[in-house]
């Protein structure tokens, strides 16, 4: 957890925000921009941001703002066909279950990032991929029998790759490319 400036431990930043669209940080008494926000939030900073006049809890708001502005500006990391998947989602019975699990999808995938990590940089064996994306597998057939009865069957278990044996770093290479398109294929197959 990154230490939080302008704020004691536990606190939340409160920002304000005027009818101007001016942020308004309280706790260093300066004026901000969404892009300070985004990195507060890289930093895990807490905050929240409050409209100056009503008081009214707007942190949402200016959170989705920022994702908005980062899409706009050529940093698209949502697919089309996720944000499809997600608006069909307004209105539908399973609307209240969707903020919990996306916020359990996230925090399953940034535990396993630091995995991802460390196997990219010990030459990508099978073992701790496969259990990442067996773990990663399950989670997303739960959620698509759960959502969409009778999905079960096309997201079926697939088998993992099997090991192969590297003799050099110019196989390495090859081996860590395949299995990156082998990795990409399979996130296409997903986004579909």
């Known amino acids: 957890m990154a230490k939080k400036p302008d704020a004691e431990a536990g606190d939340s930043i409160v920002i304000k925000k005027y ?8 706790s260093s008494s300066s004026y901000i921009t969404l892009e300070d926000l985004a ?26 703002q920022i994702i908005m ?5 050529g940093e698209q990391m949502l697919p089309v066909s996720f944000l499809r998947q997600l608006i069909g989602m307004y209105g539908n019975s399973m609307q209240t279950l969707m903020p919990s699990y996306l916020e359990a999808s996230m925090t399953n995938f940034r535990e ?32 698509a029998e759960t ?24 196989s390495e290479i090859s081996d860590l490319r395949k299995q990156m398109a082998a990795m990409q294929k399979k996130l296409d197959e997903l986004g579909k």
């Open 69 to 73: 502005d980062e899409e706009a500006n």
């Open 39 to 64: 990195r507060m939030v890289r930093e895990n900073i807490d905050f929240e941001v409050v409209d100056a006049k009503s008081g009214d809890d707007i942190t949402h708001q200016i959170l989705t």
């Open 112 to 143: 396993n990032q630091s995995k991802i990590r460390d196997a990219f940089e010990k030459g990508m064996s099978a073992g701790p991929l496969a259990a990442i994306h067996e773990t990663n597998m399950a989670m997303m057939r739960a959620a």
């Open 147 to 170: 959502f969409i009865p009778g999905q079960k069957k096309s997201l079926a278990k697939r088998p993992a790759a099997s090991p192969e044996t590297v003799s050099d770093t110019g």
């Open 19 to 26: 009818a101007n669209r001016r942020l308004y940080n309280t």
